[in-house]
C-alpha cells in the first residue's frame, strides 16, 4: 500500500484515486531538486561496453543560474514544508556534486 487515504475513505484506491488537488509551489520546487540531480548525473552513454560513464558536462553559464536560484528559493522559510524541502536539497547536494566531478 502506497499510505493513501483514499481507500480508507472509501473515494477510490492508488489506482483509481479521485481526490485530487493543485500542487503547491514547494512541491513543484521539491521535485525540480530531483530532476537538477537527475541532470548533473546524467552520462553521454559512450561508454556502456567498459562500465564506466563519461559525464555529461554542463557548462557555468547554464548550472550557475540555476543552482543560485535553487538555494535561493531553498532561502524562503514563511511556509510549514520550508524545512521538507531544505532536507531534499541537502540530501541531493552530494549527488549533484559528485555527478559534477567534485
Given amino acids: 500500500s502506497c499510505g493513501s487515504l483514499a481507500p480508507k475513505l472509501r473515494k477510490g484506491g492508488c489506482s483509481d484515486c479521485i481526490v485530487t488537488r493543485e500542487r503547491a509551489d514547494w512541491e513543484r520546487t521539491d521535485g525540480c531538486?530531483?530532476?537538477?540531480?537527475?541532470?548533473?548525473c546524467l552520462d553521454d552513454g559512450t561508454n556502456t561496453n567498459t562500465g564506466t560513464q563519461t559525464p555529461v558536462t554542463m557548462e557555468d553559464d547554464v548550472l550557475l543560474p540555476l543552482l543560485t536560484e535553487l538555494m535561493d528559493v531553498c532561502r524562503v522559510n514563511h511556509f510549514p514544508q520550508g524545512n521538507d524541502l531544505r532536507t531534499t536539497l541537502f540530501k541531493n547536494l552530494v549527488g549533484m556534486a559528485h555527478g559534477l566531478g567534485k
Avoid at 531538486?33 to 548533473?40: D, Q, S, V
Fill in 33 to 40: 531538486i530531483y530532476l537538477m540531480k537527475e541532470l548533473c
